[in-house]
């Protein structure tokens, strides 16, 4: 039995400041409005300005991506273009990311997500990741297609697999002919209407939408490429909005950055985007009892420094650095330097993200501590210390 209360605590969309949250086997137990005073239980967290949400849901990663530095010469067409520039342009950067061993940057990959709060990622990409290694959630309710151009046999995989699960593409990544086609041939040989989730959707329009089951929107990816997004202030009223953050290659690594460039274009509205990253991806992908602070719900929980009254304006300016504790599945695999006292009988590693101490779980820092011998830059400013 592992137990864990987080004690006067703030909870996102929940009135009230001084909650008190109990887990029990991976599960959350309790959610009680009140502090609880006189508690001498060794694995409470008492907290003092802070708020909690539920770990983040990541809708696109392409995991083994992470550690290549953002690669772009000019804004593109469409994704095609795009792969072939960096190939000609940037062979030393490609090549200094692909000596690292696939496994260890598919690690990297969910430390990555971790670090930014995120518990639960969809991994674009034929790799499956064991359970037992899976350092976040990594969901696999989905079937996986590249894209119209890149994926061989996709019209055979799409109309023979056979197993009710939606089927995720990048769709519309881009603008032109090539990218309307694509479109099109997909609809077009989609035979028996299977469930289509398209990634990115910039040059998709509302009449699209009626063959869609969804859009994953990475804004900041699709600024950074061809700076011009999808139109989701349409698209919302058709399809459920899901939020991605694409890989290094081609995105921020702070995917709050992400997040606070989504807020900007308002074509969500702060509740909005707040259920596309916490609530509404589970429901609508079928994996019950994420994305929520509720009794019976996994205890995916982020915990960060409380900036302002305002517990919006808190976390819409949360950058990884800020983030106190991190529980997945009701275990602990962070904490900040200022709860060393409360986590002691963790025994974790130290190690530095963008100047801040924090403490992990020895497999993460194993990572990091890996990562140091290669020939490139760490994101997050990832350091061990000695
Ligand atoms: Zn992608």
Redesign the pocket.
């Known amino acids: 039995m592992t137990q864990v209360i987080l004690n006067n605590i703030s909870i996102l969309n929940n009135e009230g400041e001084h909650f008190c949250v109990s887990i029990l086997d991976g599960k959350i137990n309790s959610v009680i409005a009140e502090p609880v005073k006189s508690l001498n239980h060794s694995h409470v967290i008492n907290f003092k300005d802070a708020l909690a949400f539920p770990g983040l849901f990541n809708a696109?990663d392409?995991l083994e991506f992470n550690l290549f530095p953002r690669l772009r010469s000019k804004y593109y067409r469409d994704y095609l273009e795009w792969g072939n520039d960096i190939q000609k342009l940037y062979s030393k950067e490609i090549d200094a990311a692909l000596k690292i061993p696939v496994e260890l940057r598919m690690k990297f990959g969910m430390i990555k997500n971790l670090l930014n709060g995120i518990t639960t990622v969809m991994h674009?990409g034929n790799k499956s990741i064991k359970k037992s290694d899976q350092i976040i959630n990594v969901i696999d309710s989905y079937n996986y297609l590249h894209s119209i151009s890149l994926e061989k046999n996709w019209r055979i995989k799409l109309n023979l697999i056979f197993n009710k699960l939606p089927f995720v593409i990048?769709l519309g990544e881009g603008i032109g002919d090539v990218i309307e086609n694509e479109v099109n041939k997909l609809f077009k040989w989609n035979l028996f209407k299977k469930k289509i989730i398209a990634?990115h959707g910039i040059s998709l329009n509302i009449n699209h939408a009626n063959n869609l089951a969804g859009l994953i929107w990475c804004p900041d990816s699709n600024l950074f490429l061809y700076n011009k997004t999808a139109n989701i202030i349409d698209l919302k009223n058709r399809i459920p909005i899901f939020f991605g953050s694409?890989s290094n290659l081609t995105s921020d690594p702070n995917f709050w950055n992400h997040i606070r460039t989504a807020r900007g274009i308002n074509a969500l509205n702060d509740e909005e985007l707040i259920n596309s990253i916490t609530s509404m991806p589970g429901e609508l992908l079928n994996v019950k009892g994420i994305g929520k602070i509720k009794n019976g719900y996994r205890a995916d929980i982020v915990v960060v420094k409380k900036r302002n009254v305002n517990d919006y304006n808190t976390f819409f300016n949360v950058n990884p650095e800020d983030i106190l504790l991190i529980i997945r599945s009701g275990k602990i695999i962070l904490f900040d330097e200022s709860l060393k006292q409360e986590c002691a009988y963790l025994n974790y590693c130290r190690f530095k993200i963008r100047g801040a101490v924090k403490f992990a779980d020895s497999e993460i820092v194993a990572v990091i501590k890996k990562l140091e011998s290669y020939n490139i830059q760490i994101p997050l400013e990832l350091s061990t210390i000695e």
């Open positions: 696109h392409h674009h990048h990634v694409d």
